[in-house]
């Protein structure tokens, strides 16, 4: 079966850093998405990995390890703002996107 | 980037009614969308795919007849709750993939909150 499974919920300090894990098993893959989703609203892009490495974008960072099934997001300079869901996707060989349940990201001052 | 627009963003309904949620790329063509349901504290569950000029692709345990979908032009994309019910009450999103073969990038409507009383 396909699944994607990421911590339901992660406590940070504002002006820290921290990591969101992301595994995956899927059918095929054509990519990794980070999505950032605050309450209420639609899911926002943060970054796309479809190699592996690190790829960075100002104050968040994206890993993939398409062999260990793994990626990360690494948010740095935590805000208060930051506090959202982050949701890990994996496109599979259908280009069908699968998702994860979410990261909760609780930002204390 | 491209847009996605959803129509509307609220609706409040009456238990029997049904509701029409439209979707629409406003400056993209998108032959295929996905409409997807997401309760309270959980992730987004993919409902259906919609395929402009066929018919749509339903997840299992979707009911096609209760969740009907039009996808008329490459455009828009529609979902009918059809005699909705307490337990419809959701945050409905849609999304449409934009980008190359090699990468597509799905863009998200703002999406729609349901609430059936």
């Not at chain 1, 989703?37 to 926002?44: D, K, L, S, V």
């Not at chain 1, 690190?54 to 793994?70: P, T």
């Not at chain 2, 969308?33 to 795919?49: D, E, H, I, N, V």
């Amino acid at each position: 079966g396909q699944n994607i499974d990421q911590p339901t919920e992660m406590t940070a300090t504002e002006g820290a850093i921290v990591q969101i894990n992301c595994t995956y098993q899927t059918s095929g893959f054509n990519g990794l998405f980070w999505y950032q989703q605050h309450a209420g609203e639609a899911p926002t892009f943060l970054s796309y990995n479809v190699l592996d490495g690190l790829e960075e974008k100002g104050r968040f960072s994206s890993f993939l390890s398409r062999s260990k099934g793994y990626s990360y997001l690494l948010l740095k300079e935590l805000q208060m703002k930051d506090s959202a869901s982050y949701l890990c996707a994996v496109s599979d060989s259908n280009y069908q996107l699968i998702w994860g349940a979410g990261t909760k990201l609780i930002i204390k001052p | 980037g491209a847009v996605v627009s959803q129509h509307p963003s609220r609706v409040i309904c009456k238990s029997g009614t049904s509701v029409k949620i439209e979707c629409r790329s406003l400056d993209f063509q998108a032959t295929t969308m996905f409409w997807y349901r997401q309760f309270p504290k959980q992730s987004l569950m993919l409902m259906a795919t919609s395929n402009e000029g066929s018919k749509a692709t339903y997840e299992q345990g979707v009911e096609k007849d209760k969740f009907l979908i039009n996808h008329a032009s490459l455009t828009l994309s529609t979902l009918t709750v059809t005699s909705a019910h307490p337990e419809d009450s959701s945050f409905y999103i849609c999304s449409a993939p934009y980008g190359t073969s090699d990468y597509n990038e799905q863009f998200f409507g703002p999406g729609t909150r349901l609430t059936v009383l």
